[in-house]
Each structure stands twice: as structure tokens, then as C-alpha cells.
């Protein structure tokens, strides 16, 4: 397992890879430089992505990843990765897109479960009537949905 931390515009985050996908992006606040062991060719590729998204020159991931959850939050998973930068989808369309109508409760618990920041974009999942909840903090969700804004441009699905 390797470790890195990468600085973002808007915080640190950690990146885990097994050597053959990424396995977590979480993220970090006073961000001990000892905890990270050098980088990998998963974490280099991680790496050279989030530089193209930050410039505003990606506007998704290609990276193996490695999910840790059940059938049902892999496959909301999998659905949210379909949402590109500057789109966002209720909870209720997530659920829907995965197969699962009416469970928007169950998908708000597979984005709270996501331990994939950025390359599972759950940022991206608003409620209904508000920007919704964000495991890493409102602070960062409103601020990457701001940023993705103005770089990729506004287009709700």
C-alpha cells in the first residue's frame, strides 16, 4: 500500500493505492507529510488527473478504483461516475440512475459510505431544495461544485 498526500485549491487530501488501484481519497487537514511513503504509478496517474481537473482540462476520472461496499453502494457508485463535472443529480435521480427508484435515503448512506473523494464525484449529489450534506464538510462540497461552475459550466441533469 502507498500513500501520498495531494494539495488541492481547496484542501489536502490522502490518496491510497494498493499498486493496481486506487483504493481511498479522503480528506486531510493538517496533513502529516510523514504519513505519506511515496508514490506509485496508481498514484502518479491519480496525481497527474487531479492536476487536469483542477486546471479545468478533466472534467472526469479514468483510474482503476478499488470500492470497499456493498452490491447496492457499488452500483451507485458506478452511476455517479457518469455525472461529469459541472452537473449535479439529486439523490432521487442517483437512485434512479442506478436502477433503485425510491431509494434516495439508501443512496445519501452510499455517499456517506464513499471513501473515493473526487474520482466517485458525490460532491455532485444535491438535494432536492438545497445543496444536501457532504462527509468532508459543506465548506468543501460548496466550494468544488463553485469551482466546477465556472471551469466545466452549469448543466443540472
Not at 487530501?13 to 505519506?36: H, Y
Not at 466517485?120 to 466546477?148: M, Q, Y
Request: hydrophobic share 40%; charged share 20%; aromatic share 10%.
Amino acid at each position: 500500500m502507498s500513500r501520498i498526500i495531494y494539495h488541492s485549491p481547496f484542501s489536502d487530501f490522502l490518496l491510497l493505492s494498493s499498486g493496481s488501484a486506487l483504493t481511498a481519497c479522503t480528506r486531510v487537514t493538517d496533513a502529516d507529510p510523514a504519513c505519506a511513503d511515496g508514490a506509485d504509478s496508481v498514484l502518479e496517474e491519480a496525481v497527474r488527473q487531479l492536476d487536469e481537473y483542477f486546471g479545468g482540462r478533466r472534467d472526469s476520472f479514468s483510474l482503476p478504483l478499488e470500492y470497499r461496499g456493498s452490491d447496492f453502494f457499488c452500483g451507485i457508485w458506478n452511476s455517479l461516475r457518469s455525472v461529469r463535472a459541472g452537473q449535479t443529480v439529486t439523490y432521487s435521480q442517483l437512485a434512479a440512475m442506478a436502477g433503485h427508484p425510491g431509494a434516495q435515503r439508501a443512496a445519501g448512506s452510499a455517499m456517506r459510505a464513499n471513501s473515493l473523494l473526487l474520482f466517485i464525484p458525490c460532491h455532485r449529489v444535491v438535494a432536492a431544495h438545497s445543496v444536501g450534506g457532504f462527509s468532508a464538510g459543506l465548506d468543501l462540497k460548496t466550494a468544488l461544485l463553485e469551482f466546477e461552475k465556472e471551469a466545466y459550466g452549469e448543466n443540472r441533469t
